[in-house]
């Protein structure tokens, strides 16, 4: 009776938000209307101080002015290709270790070094992701799971959060064309620092549990006691991060795999229906509407069998887990919330799930993976979505495409070697929050750097009109 109540308590405020927000714009819509008409009417105009509403309305909302110019600098062999691609290199080496696809220094660094306007960085920083996903995506696909007879991806954990990362992703691009760059940048610091901190704590406390079965493992081999030196070491497998590489065919769930695949296809045809109709007619509407309950389905499938115990998130071992419907709720809209952030910045979500997944509990090996898995899924579909709406140069995309492809795979093997000799996996979540602080300074500053010299060239700041597109 008290969830009965307290559901209807939420109802009843959503309800007058809603009634509120509605109220708000049809009061803000008929001051408009009205200003309108006397203007046309040739009314005679009266020198009056506009009330703070208008001048709110003014600042955030004039449907025939736009600050946004492309800005594609010619592809020219020189020193800002060498530079920029050192720092996509390494951006994509750490990134695809990380789990977080290194979308928050390729934006910097195609805006800063390479010359490009902040929209347009995004959308090669999308190409740039789904190169180092894919290439990390089918270097995990050969490797197993730490301690557990499983792949290193953990399909359920995707099909869970996958559907509702594509639906935010979609829902991110067309924000990415609305919102403007402060109202971005805003959003990109206070996101970015939580999770960065949240991620560094993480790595800090499996640090310590790393050091404290590092010196059990010592104090056995001291104590020459064969069974505990080994129960210790189970912990502690130096060679825990997926040494033992299998066929790929082997190691696929393909019930799974061909239902996202399925899911994506969809998606696709959605974007390219889209291409064919006029923006913002009803038509349009309608295909971006479709996808919700298409993605919604799919996780809805997975979250039910998760509640009933059909399916469980196998990679945590052991560990019983009680699945609520709030919990699972939640977690979807966590999904849906990091596809929103990654449309919008240029990122592929796994700056979200990726401290997401840690803390469910899910080895760092493992929640490096599947984050990226579910990246490399999402991060396509955007990039369709940027050429379709002609945010990219295809050069110097298929260019930086392919310096990440490359990195990623170097960043894969020498990450491996590294842990494998030291025994660290906490690396993995080190490596995790200071990419995303990193993105958070990087991105941070050159955000607030535009947003100052808007002010200071009184710039409009405020959205921009998606049917203008």
Known sequence: MAQI???????????????????ASALVSADRRLM??????????????????????????QPKVTAYVH???????????????????????FGSVGGVGGGGIFVPMLTLIIGFDAKSSTAISKCMIVGAAGSTVYYNLRLRHPTLPLPIIDYDLALLFQPMLMLGISIGVAFNVVFADWMVTVLLIVIFMITSTKAFLRGVETWKKESKTKKTVKAAKENGSEEMESGARMKTDSKAFGDKAVSVLDNIYWKELTILIVLWVVFLAFQIAKNYTRTCSPLYWVFNLLQFPAAIGVSLYEAVSLYKGRRTIASKGGEPTNWKIQKLVLHCFVGMIAGVVGGLLGLGGGFILGPLFLELGIPPQVASATATFAMSFSSSMSVVEYYLLKRFPVPYALYFFAVATVAALAGQHVARKVINFLGRVSLIIFILASTIFVSAISLGGVGL?????????????????LCSY
């Open 36 to 61: 309108q008409h006397e203007q046309e009417a040739g009314a005679p105009t009266k020198h009056r101080k506009e009330s703070a509403l208008e001048r709110l309305i003014k600042f955030l909302w």
């Open 449 to 465: 750097s535009h947003m100052v010299h808007k002010i200071e060239t009184h710039t409009y700041m405020g959205f921009e009109n």
């Open 71 to 93: 800005v594609w600098p010619d592809m020219s062999f020189g020193w800002r290709i060498i530079l920029g691609s050192i720092i996509g290199f390494f951006g994509a080496a």
């Open 5 to 23: 109540g307290g559901g209807r308590r939420h109802m009843r405020a959503a309800v007058v938000i809603g009634l509120a927000c509605i109220l």
